[in-house]
C-alpha cells in the first residue's frame, strides 16, 4: 500500500472518529421524576347510610432517562386502594406500573417491557380526569391499564396507529403461558385536530378466547370538550357466555382558563350464556351474574373543577350516582371531594 493510500485511510478514520466522538460530546442524558397524587374525601347520601371517609385512590412515582438520542427508559410505581372488582379489599398495594425501554426515530415508537396498555389511553387523554375516575372501560376493566409485552405506534400527520402484543396477565401478575393478548388500534385527527375518532380491538389466543371492540369519537376546542365511547366484550375476563357492553358520553365546559364543569355518563350491562336448572353449575352461576348485575346499570357524574396550581393541582367537588340493574338493589349516591397534586 503506497504512502500517499495509507495517508487518505487514516485521515478518513481519525475523521470518522472525531465526528462519532463530538456526536457522543453533543448527546447529553436526560433525566425527569415525576408523581401524582389522587385523595378524596367523600359521604354517601343515601338515608340511612353514614359511609364517608378520606380515600388515597392512587400514588404514582416515576423516574425516566433518556439515555442515547433514540433510546429511553421508564419505571413508575404505583400506590393505590382496592381495585372495583375486589372491593371487599381494603388494602393499600404496591406495583411497578412501567418498567420499560423505548425506542423512538421519526414517526416511529416502539416500547418493551411493562408498559400502559391501548384500549383506553387516547380516551384518557380527552376525558382529563383520572383523579376523580378512570374511564368506563378502565374503571369496568375490560382490559388492563398496563401490561407486559411489546408495543409499536407509528404517527402521520392525521393518523396515529398502535399495535401490540401483551402476555394479557395486566401489571400484577407475570404467569408465563402460551397465550397472549393482541391489539391493534387506528385514530384520525380532522380539523386542525379538534375532532378525534379512534377504532380499536383485540384478541386472546388463550383456550378462551376473549375479544374487545371500542370504537370513540372525540372534540376538543379551547373552552369545551366532548366525548362518546362505545366497547364491547366477549367472554368477559375470560369468562365463557358473559358478553359485557357499555358506553359513556362526557362533556366539560370551561367558563374560564381555570373554572369548568363537566358530566359524564356510563351505561354497562351484561348477557349471559343461558344455563337450564338441572346443570350442576347453575347455582354458582346465579351468583356470579347477581354479583355483575350489581355492577351493571347507570353511573352519571357531575361536577366543578378548578385548577389552583395550573399543572400542579387541581380540585374538584362532584355528584355520583349509580343505579345497579340487579332487581332490589338500591341506589348509590355519593358526594366528592377530589384533590390532583402532580410534578
Same mark, same amino acid.
Given at each position: 500500500?503506497?504512502?500517499?493510500?495509507?495517508?487518505?485511510?487514516?485521515?478518513?478514520?481519525?475523521?470518522?472518529?472525531?465526528?462519532?466522538?463530538?456526536?457522543?460530546?453533543?448527546?447529553?442524558? !436526560?433525566?425527569?421524576?415525576?408523581?401524582?397524587?389522587?385523595?378524596?374525601?367523600?359521604?354517601?347520601?343515601?338515608?340511612?347510610?353514614?359511609?364517608?371517609?378520606?380515600?388515597?385512590?392512587?400514588?404514582?412515582?416515576?423516574?425516566?432517562?433518556?439515555?442515547?438520542?433514540?433510546?429511553?427508559?421508564?419505571?413508575?410505581?404505583?400506590?393505590?386502594?382496592?381495585?372495583?372488582?375486589?372491593? !371487599?379489599?381494603?388494602?393499600?398495594?404496591?406495583?411497578?406500573?412501567?418498567?420499560?425501554?423505548?425506542? &423512538?426515530?421519526?414517526?416511529?415508537?416502539?416500547?418493551?417491557?411493562?408498559?400502559?396498555?391501548?384500549? %383506553?389511553?387516547?380516551? !384518557?387523554?380527552?376525558?382529563?380526569?383520572?383523579?376523580?375516575?378512570?374511564?368506563?372501560?378502565?374503571?369496568?376493566?375490560? *382490559?388492563?391499564?398496563?401490561?407486559?409485552? @411489546?408495543?409499536?405506534?407509528? +404517527?402521520?400527520?392525521?393518523?396515529?396507529?398502535?399495535?401490540?402484543?401483551?402476555?394479557?396477565?395486566?401489571? +400484577?401478575?407475570?404467569?408465563?403461558?402460551?397465550?397472549?393478548?393482541?391489539?391493534?388500534?387506528?385514530?384520525?385527527?380532522?380539523?386542525?385536530? +379538534?375532532?378525534?375518532?379512534?377504532?380499536?380491538?383485540?384478541?386472546?389466543?388463550?383456550?378462551?378466547?376473549?375479544?374487545?371492540?371500542?370504537?370513540?369519537?372525540?372534540?376538543?376546542?379551547?373552552?369545551?370538550?366532548?366525548?362518546?365511547?362505545?366497547?364491547?366484550?366477549?367472554?368477559?375476563?375470560?369468562?365463557?357466555?358473559?358478553?359485557?357492553?357499555?358506553?359513556?358520553?362526557?362533556?366539560?365546559?370551561?367558563?374560564?382558563?381555570? %373554572?369548568?364543569?363537566?358530566?359524564?355518563?356510563?351505561?354497562?350491562?351484561?348477557?349471559? &350464556?343461558?344455563?337450564?336448572?338441572?346443570?350442576?353449575?347453575?347455582?354458582?352461576? @346465579?351468583?356470579?351474574? *347477581?354479583?355483575?348485575?350489581?355492577?351493571?346499570?347507570?353511573?352519571?357524574?357531575?361536577?366543578?373543577?378548578?385548577?389552583?396550581?395550573? &399543572?400542579?393541582?387541581?380540585?374538584?367537588?362532584?355528584?355520583?350516582?349509580?343505579?345497579?340493574?340487579?332487581?332490589?338493589?338500591? *341506589?348509590?349516591?355519593?358526594?366528592?371531594? *377530589?384533590?390532583?397534586?402532580?410534578?
Amino acid at each position: 500500500m503506497s504512502l500517499r493510500k495509507r495517508a487518505t485511510i487514516s485521515l478518513t478514520l481519525l475523521f470518522t472518529t472525531g465526528i462519532l466522538i463530538t456526536a457522543q460530546e453533543e448527546f447529553k442524558m !436526560e433525566d425527569k421524576i415525576e408523581g401524582k397524587i389522587f385523595t378524596n374525601f367523600n359521604t354517601s347520601i343515601n338515608k340511612g347510610d353514614n359511609n364517608k371517609g378520606f380515600e388515597l385512590k392512587r400514588a404514582y412515582l416515576g423516574y425516566g432517562l433518556k439515555f442515547a438520542p433514540n433510546f429511553s427508559a421508564k419505571i413508575r410505581v404505583d400506590v393505590g386502594a382496592a381495585e372495583f372488582i375486589t372491593p !371487599e379489599v381494603n388494602n393499600q398495594y404496591v406495583y411497578f406500573k412501567t418498567a420499560a425501554i423505548y425506542y &423512538k426515530k421519526n414517526r416511529l415508537m416502539i416500547g418493551f417491557g411493562l408498559q400502559s396498555t391501548y384500549q %383506553f389511553k387516547v380516551e !384518557e387523554t380527552l376525558w382529563g380526569k383520572r383523579y376523580i375516575m378512570p374511564t368506563m372501560p378502565d374503571f369496568q376493566k375490560f *382490559n388492563f391499564s398496563a401490561d407486559l409485552g @411489546v408495543a409499536f405506534v407509528y +404517527k402521520l400527520d392525521n393518523f396515529d396507529f398502535d399495535m401490540s402484543f401483551f402476555n394479557g396477565e395486566g401489571y +400484577k401478575q407475570f404467569d408465563a403461558d402460551d397465550a397472549f393478548r393482541s391489539s391493534i388500534g387506528v385514530t384520525s385527527y380532522l380539523f386542525q385536530k +379538534k375532532v378525534l375518532l379512534r377504532a380499536y380491538g383485540d384478541y386472546s389466543t388463550d383456550s378462551l378466547h376473549l375479544a374487545s371492540f371500542t370504537g370513540l369519537a372525540g372534540l376538543k376546542l379551547k373552552n369545551f370538550s366532548f366525548g362518546a365511547e362505545y366497547t364491547y366484550q366477549k367472554n368477559y375476563i375470560y369468562t365463557e357466555g358473559h358478553n359485557r357492553y357499555g358506553y359513556s358520553i362526557f362533556s366539560q365546559f370551561n367558563f374560564f382558563p381555570r %373554572f369548568g364543569i363537566w358530566f359524564r355518563v356510563d351505561g354497562v350491562w351484561s348477557e349471559f &350464556k343461558e344455563l337450564s336448572s338441572d346443570e350442576p353449575e347453575y347455582g354458582d352461576n @346465579v351468583e356470579y351474574i *347477581n354479583k355483575w348485575l350489581k355492577k351493571d346499570g347507570l353511573y352519571s357524574y357531575t361536577g366543578v373543577e378548578y385548577v389552583i396550581v395550573p &399543572k400542579h393541582l387541581t380540585a374538584a367537588i362532584n355528584y355520583q350516582h349509580h343505579t345497579p340493574d340487579g332487581t332490589g338493589n338500591s *341506589n348509590n349516591d355519593y358526594i366528592y371531594f *377530589n384533590l390532583e397534586i402532580k410534578w
